[in-house]
């Protein structure tokens, strides 16, 4: 789940880019970036938002997977709270980037839960 995560991670960077590249221009993607400009709109500046929202919480999911595997405390409590993460974040970043807001929220609670759940695995 943790190599997955990482596949995600790619996947938020690479929709972030495009999205942002047909926005802005592929001459500001190649460019410096020292000009000013305005904030992204719809689906650019969803993605994003998201990108930056996975960026926040996934070092901290890596991070449990890794103690829980180093401390040898794997079972049900980290294998349901890695699923739980990665498909938190997977559904995360489709509601986010269709604008549902509600439903957006609560999978984030979801994939927050499982880092949650790896963490009590370490008690």
């Known amino acids: 789940m943790l190599a997955l995560g990482v596949v995600l991670g790619l996947v938020h960077i690479i929709l972030s880019a495009h999205t942002v590249s047909r926005q802005r221009g592929y001459r500001w993607a190649a460019s410096a970036r020292d000009e000013p400009v ?4 719809g689906v650019a500046g969803r993605f994003e938002r998201a990108l930056r929202n996975f960026l926040e919480t996934f070092p901290l999911f890596a991070a449990a997977i890794l103690i829980a595997h180093a401390a040898d405390r794997q079972g049900w409590m980290t294998a349901w709270g890695a699923q ?10 489709f509601a986010y980037a269709s604008g549902i807001p509600v ?4 999978v984030w609670n979801v994939a927050t839960a ?8 370490l008690l």
């Open 38 to 41: 305005p904030p992204l709109q």
């Open 84 to 93: 739980l993460y990665f498909w938190g974040r997977v559904a995360y970043l």
């Open 103 to 106: 439903v957006r929220s609560l």
């Open 114 to 121: 499982g880092i949650v759940l790896v963490l009590a695995a």
